[in-house]
Structure formats: structure tokens, C-alpha cells
């Protein structure tokens, strides 16, 4: 089964960056597209950059625009998230998940790493 394991996440001050991993593990990783998404305190998950495993399409959700770059790593399956110009409303639990298919949603969600901004 596989399973995605994220890191990278810490304290940093504002205006700081960081590179999240997220790396998947198990049997043959096959998939149509890896995501980002974040959830800050008592707010709801919300999406924050995808990319197309095949041709490295990436998305972005308008606040990070400029700021995060996803990328991946075919031969690791594994993708990346670089965060740079980190504010406190960055502050979250980021997530990468995985989407098998391009009809379907993300159905395989890693544990998740805290990103602390400070002021």
C-alpha cells in the first residue's frame, strides 16, 4: 500500500522560506497528479498547488501565487513545495495528497507537517 510522508515543515520568521517534501512509499507509485493543500486553525483544508505526475502541469491557489512553486521528482515519486516570503497567514498544517485518476479526487492523504510563521 502506498503511503506519503511529508517533512520540511518547522518555525521560520516572516518573510523566511521553507521546502516541504512529501514522498511516497510502497508498491509502484502510479498516479495522475500530486496536490498541496493546508488547513490553519479553525479553518477549513484548503487547496494550495497541484502538479500532473506526467507532464509537471502545475496549479496554484491565488493567495500563493508567486510565492510557492511545486514541483516533483519522478525517480523518487516524490514532489516538492517551496514556500518563500512566508507570512503568519501561512501559519498551517500542510498536507500533499495524491489523485489517481484525472476524473476522480485526492484519495490518499499523507499526515500532514506544521508550518509556524512568526511575526
Known amino acids: 500500500q502506498v503511503q506519503l510522508v511529508e517533512s520540511g515543515g518547522g518555525l521560520v520568521q516572516a518573510g523566511g522560506s521553507l521546502r516541504l517534501s512529501c514522498a511516497a512509499s510502497?508498491?509502484?507509485?502510479?498516479?495522475?497528479?500530486m496536490g498541496w493543500f493546508r488547513q490553519a486553525p479553525g479553518k477549513e483544508r484548503e487547496f494550495v498547488a497541484s502538479?500532473?505526475?506526467?507532464?509537471?502541469?502545475?496549479t496554484y491557489a491565488d493567495p500563493v501565487k508567486g510565492r510557492f512553486t511545486i514541483s516533483r521528482d519522478n525517480a523518487k515519486n516524490t514532489v516538492y513545495l517551496q514556500i518563500n516570503s512566508l507570512n503568519p497567514e501561512d501559519t498551517a498544517v500542510y498536507y500533499c495528497?495524491?489523485?489517481?485518476?484525472?476524473?476522480?479526487?485526492?484519495?490518499?492523504w499523507g499526515q500532514g507537517t506544521q508550518v509556524t510563521v512568526s511575526s
Open positions: 495528497a495524491a489523485r489517481p485518476t484525472s476524473l476522480g479526487g485526492y484519495r490518499l
Open positions: 510502497g508498491r509502484t507509485f502510479s498516479v495522475y497528479a
Open positions: 502538479i500532473t505526475w506526467s507532464g509537471g502541469s502545475a
